[in-house]
């Protein structure tokens, strides 16, 4: 599994990476206006899609399905089920877009109800969305193949496939804003580009593992078809609960005053750095081993593997809450503070991402506890979960918007989701599928102290004055990070809650 969470995970540092590159060229040309705003909304949309149909339900129903028929039936009748559930996501998902294109300014009315106030926004919004939407399809194709390497336990080409989508965005803004007519349109093309390149990646790969893929045949619905998409229908329905609570946030975020839907774009981008490689790397990794674990009939192996997931993720992901709250100013200032994104803007943005960062911990539980429900079939569980995490977003948006403007979308985000991880946790152990382990009660208490150390250290660095010279904000953000990781990986090594040289040999012996 480590060796999967540290695939997973590297590859999708460098993709956050370049995605920060990305945010910052995007920031310096389109600022924090109705351009940026019509662009992250058409940019939403496709993205929403995509976890319902591509990385949530479907991902959550087929990975342990096709582990568990990998292996007990092998390789071939694994290789069926997998093209036709290809096929037939082809099939749904194309007439999805055709739809989508077609009516997509009845869709813009749902979504982002706040731009009708200003026609010409509103008219960009489903122009460019029009030409992100058909990045649905091949994104979802991607995922599904993905999930195949995945089960394959392939981690590489599926985790490295994303960083193409930020070399061909930046490429896109450079090089083809002088031939349409906004910077905002050449995104959207280059967006949409990414997804071919993507899909080529994996369709690659799966064919180098003896697995190749055929999309265009027509789909049939065997019996082993029919059990993924039993599982799948709650699955959608829970996944549609999560994606419902992300398009309350944009729709509450369109009714606020310009610049909202961008401040909490770029926010959610620097937060979603620690969240990406943490959480969705333990995900990934961590699902079709707990499925191949059940199958095998190996449930204290399962109970075992679960704590390790919970520990990794809290080792990596408490501090990184913890630096972005201290240091949501320094962050912000020094990635996006040039052109077209200002001191005002840096202010409005860096107030939300501290917001997102106290929910960050929450995030990468959720991803390591679904799992546990997954493995063992139950997706309908989630979705009674989902539903009141649902009404609890709404009414904690509508409130704290009140107060805090669109600050409170991310506070409202954030306790959503501590209370999801919460019925997650509690429904686990009360099912004994699930408890604290001693090694886990003993390092989390150090892991905390570990962690409070570093913003302790990183608040005190802060108040040194920045040196006027040219790079200044990025160098001093650059020392920060060191200094950070330093302190943090130091002293839980030190308190016994993370053992440096354990990691190493466990990364040796997977």
């Known amino acids: 599994m480590l060796r999967g969470i540290l695939t997973v995970g590297g590859w999708t540092m460098a993709s956050r990476l370049l995605g920060l590159a990305r945010e910052m060229l995007i920031a310096a040309i389109l600022g924090a206006g109705p351009l940026a705003d019509a662009f992250f909304i058409a940019l939403k949309l496709p993205n929403l899609f995509r976890r319902l149909f591509g990385e949530g339900a479907f991902n959550a129903a087929f990975v342990p399905t096709f582990a568990a028929t990998l292996a007990k039936e092998g390789h071939a009748v694994a290789h069926q089920l997998a093209e036709r559930m290809a096929a037939l996501m082809t099939l749904w998902l194309s007439m999805l877009v055709l739809l989508g294109v077609l009516f997509m300014p009845q869709v813009m009315l749902v979504l982002a109800p706040g731009f009708t106030d200003e026609p010409e926004k509103f008219a960009m919004a489903v122009e460019l969305t029009r030409i992100t939407f058909p990045y649905l399809v091949l994104i979802c194709l991607t995922a ?7 089960g394959l336990d392939r981690f590489a080409a599926a985790a490295s ?5 930020n070399i061909f965005s930046v490429a896109a803004l450079l090089v083809l804003t002088p031939f349409t007519p906004t910077p905002a349109h050449a995104l959207a093309w280059g967006v949409t580009a990414s ?28 019996p082993a078809v029919r059990g993924v998409l039993r599982r799948m229908v709650p699955g959608l329905v829970g996944a549609g609960v999560t994606q419902l609570n992300l398009a309350v946030d944009v729709i509450i975020a369109s009714l606020l005053p310009a610049g909202s839907v961008s401040f909490l774009y770029y926010a959610d981008r620097v937060a979603q750095l620690p969240l ?8 990934t990794a961590l699902l079709p081993l707990l ?3 059940f199958a095998a009939g190996k449930p204290l192996s399962a109970h075992r593997t679960l704590n390790r997931a919970v520990e990794f993720s809290l080792a990596l992901a408490l501090p990184a809450a913890v630096a972005q709250w201290v240091v949501a100013d320094a962050m912000v200032d020094a990635l996006f503070v040039r052109g077209a994104f200002g001191p005002t803007e840096a202010a409005l943005t860096s107030a939300a991402l501290a917001a997102y ?14 799992p546990g429900f997954f493995a063992r079939g139950d997706t309908a569980t989630p979705v009674k979960i989902g539903l009141l995490i649902v009404v609890l977003n709404l009414g904690l948006n509508l409130w704290l918007t ?7 979308i991310a506070l409202a ?3 959503a989701a501590w209370l999801n991880t919460a019925i997650l946790a509690f429904l686990l152990w009360r099912r004994r599928a699930w408890y604290p382990d001693r090694r886990l009660r003993r390092v989390l208490p150090r892991q905390l102290a570990a962690a409070a150390l570093m913003g302790a250290v990183l608040w005190g660095l802060q108040l040194v004055p920045v040196v006027a010279i040219p790079g200044a904000r990025l160098i001093r953000l650059g020392l920060l990070v060191g200094a950070g990781l330093a302190v943090y990986f130091g002293a839980a090594h030190w308190l016994g809650a993370l053992n440096l040289r354990e990691l190493r040999a466990l990364r040796r012996r997977n």
């Open 144 to 150: 599904l193949v993905s999930g195949v390497l995945n």
């Open 161 to 165: 496939a994303p960083v193409f989508f």
């Open 195 to 222: 997804g071919v390149v993507q899909l080529g990646i994996v369709m690659w790969a799966a064919a180098r593992a003896g697995m190749p893929m055929r999309l265009l045949r027509f789909p049939k619905i065997t």
């Open 276 to 283: 990406g490689v943490i959480g969705a790397a333990v995900g």
């Open 291 to 293: 499925a191949r674990q």
């Open 357 to 370: 960062a106290l929910g960050l911990p929450a995030f990468v539980l959720v991803k390591a506890f679904a």
């Open 402 to 408: 009140q107060v805090f403007a669109h600050v409170g």
């Open 413 to 415: 985000t954030g306790i």
